[in-house]
């Protein structure tokens, strides 16, 4: 069974700090998204990366793909309120079906 | 408007009615996924459809659950006999081409109690 494992499960900060959040596996996969999802909406997607060792950046967030592309991480600067939402990672293990995602993170950005 | 809708929003059924959930992807979507989202959660794949073929319903948790997209648009999730366990928002999701390739668009889903 193939697996993505989110960390932390929970993360609240204060604004202007920065965060990262993680997004394992031991799976190896042909890319990997990251999505923002908002109480009462549906996800919407960040970024997909494709290559390993891809650095991605979308203002003040910072996407890496793993060398082995068989993790990912999101790195936050300056975090604002506007932030706070569940973080979720998605991989395509390859066979054009299907995501396999993970639990996602629950941020909470505090004025 | 251009998103993916999804209807009702808020469905309250009684233990052991069957309710129809309704979504209606972005013209011209080829692919269309029905997901199970608990709280707090990722959301748990339930059945994919590549215009009106269902490609895979391995994630249908039982036999209660039927989806369907006739006409390659419009799909309807139905669940009979609702349980309990059933509670969950139910996301609906469309993408241009192949799943796996493509940007998924989320509906803002609908959410099912069942007393």
């Known amino acids: 069974t193939q697996l993505l494992e989110q960390s932390p499960q929970f993360l609240s900060i204060q604004e202007g700090e920065n965060l990262t959040v993680y997004c394992n596996s031991s799976?190896?996969?042909?890319?990997l998204q990251w999505y923002r999802q908002e109480p009462g909406e549906g996800p919407v997607l960040l970024v997909t990366?494709?290559?390993g060792g891809e650095v991605k950046k979308l203002k003040r967030l910072t996407f890496q793909f793993g060398d082995a592309r068989k993790d990912s991480s999101l790195h936050i600067t300056a975090a604002q309120p506007g932030d706070t939402g569940l973080y979720l990672c998605?991989?395509?293990?390859?066979?054009?079906?299907?995501?396999?995602w993970g639990l996602g993170t629950s941020l909470a950005v505090n004025p | 408007g251009a998103g993916v809708s999804q209807s009702p929003r808020y469905k309250v059924a009684k233990r052991g009615q069957d309710v129809a959930l309704r979504c209606d992807p972005i013209?011209?979507?080829?692919?269309l996924f029905w997901y199970q989202q608990a709280l707090g959660q990722g959301p748990e794949f339930l059945t994919y459809?590549?215009?009106?073929?269902?490609?895979?319903k391995s994630g249908l948790p039982s036999d209660r659950f039927f989806a369907e997209r006739p006409e390659g648009s419009v799909s309807t999730l139905k669940i009979q006999r609702t349980q309990q366990e059933d509670s969950a928002v139910y996301l609906c999701?469309?993408?241009?081409?192949?799943?796996?390739?493509?940007?998924?668009?989320f509906g803002p889903g609908t959410r099912l109690t069942v007393l």
């Open positions: 990366v494709v290559t």
């Open positions: 999701a469309s993408s241009l081409g192949l799943a796996g390739l493509s940007e998924q668009f």
């Open positions: 459809f590549q215009n009106e073929a269902q490609l895979d």
């Open positions: 013209s011209g979507h080829v692919s």
């Open positions: 998605a991989a395509n293990a390859g066979n054009n079906r299907k995501l396999i």
């Open positions: 799976s190896v996969f042909s890319s």
